[in-house]
């Protein structure tokens, strides 16, 4: 089956810096990769995601590149801001009829 | 992730008794996870459902039960066979399989002493 590998565990990240959070997959198959942000105790929220047939994609602060060869994701966070502060989680599908295979998540700490 | 609930937020049990987690949507999605997530860990996939009255296992169903009697509800239950059962149970849902976005519920705590 699928396998995520998600780094690193813990960022910090000075306020108004960037934050880069990288993750691979095993299953060339898949193809669709979500990025989730997770405050403590609540639900997973999507932020952005994106699929196979696109290398980049942008929604304000947010991006994700995607590179299918070496089957590596990146979610890149531009402008941090205290707010960005939770856990985030990659996953991965193989877009058949199973659920989503998700990464270890990264803990992104924005120091003031 | 409005549209999806579950019930209750948090959940005490005795070891040894079975445990049901309830979760509904009125998104009409036609396709419901189950997930548990324990301490520093990604979430895992315990069960799916596509459709009304199937359902299928993920990486770690030993313990679990489910059933998909109607669209909008997908119960879990936890039974005595499983070994670690504390965790956090999130439900989701998504309109059609998993190459779509999944909206998650808000969670709920079970913890077995």
């Known amino acids: 089956g699928e396998n995520v590998e998600q780094h690193p565990s813990t960022l910090s990240v000075q306020e108004g810096d960037s934050a880069v959070i990288k993750c691979t997959y095993s299953?060339?198959?898949?193809?669709?990769f979500p990025w989730y942000k997770q405050e403590l105790g609540k639900r997973p929220q999507l932020i952005i995601d994106?699929?196979?047939?696109?290398g980049e994609k942008k929604d304000q602060r947010i991006a994700v590149t995607l590179n299918k060869t070496a089957k590596h994701f990146s979610l890149h966070i531009t402008e941090t801001q205290p707010e960005d502060s939770a856990v985030y989680f990659c996953?991965?599908?193989?877009?058949?009829?199973?659920?989503?295979?998700f990464g270890k998540g990264t803990h992104l700490i924005i120091q003031p | 992730d409005g549209g999806i609930t579950q019930s209750p937020k948090y959940l005490f049990r005795k070891e040894g008794q079975n445990v049901t987690l309830s979760c509904e949507q009125n998104?009409?999605?036609?396709?419901m996870y189950w997930y548990r997530q324990d301490p520093g860990q990604g979430l895992r996939l315990i069960y799916y459902?596509?459709?009304?009255?199937?359902?299928q296992k993920g990486d770690i169903a030993e313990g679990y039960s489910v059933s998909r009697e109607k669209k909008e509800s997908f119960p879990l239950t936890v039974t005595s066979a499983q070994k670690n059962p504390t965790a956090f149970y999130l439900c989701?849902?998504?309109?059609?399989?998993?190459?779509?976005?999944?909206?998650f519920g808000p969670g709920t705590r079970l913890t077995v002493t």
């Open positions: 989701a849902s998504s309109p059609m399989g998993a190459s779509y976005e999944q909206y």
């Open positions: 299953d060339s198959a898949s193809n669709y």
């Open positions: 994106i699929r196979s047939n696109v």
């Open positions: 996953a991965a599908s193989g877009g058949g009829a199973d659920g989503l295979t």
């Open positions: 998104l009409n999605h036609d396709a």
């Open positions: 459902s596509q459709i009304v009255n199937d359902f």
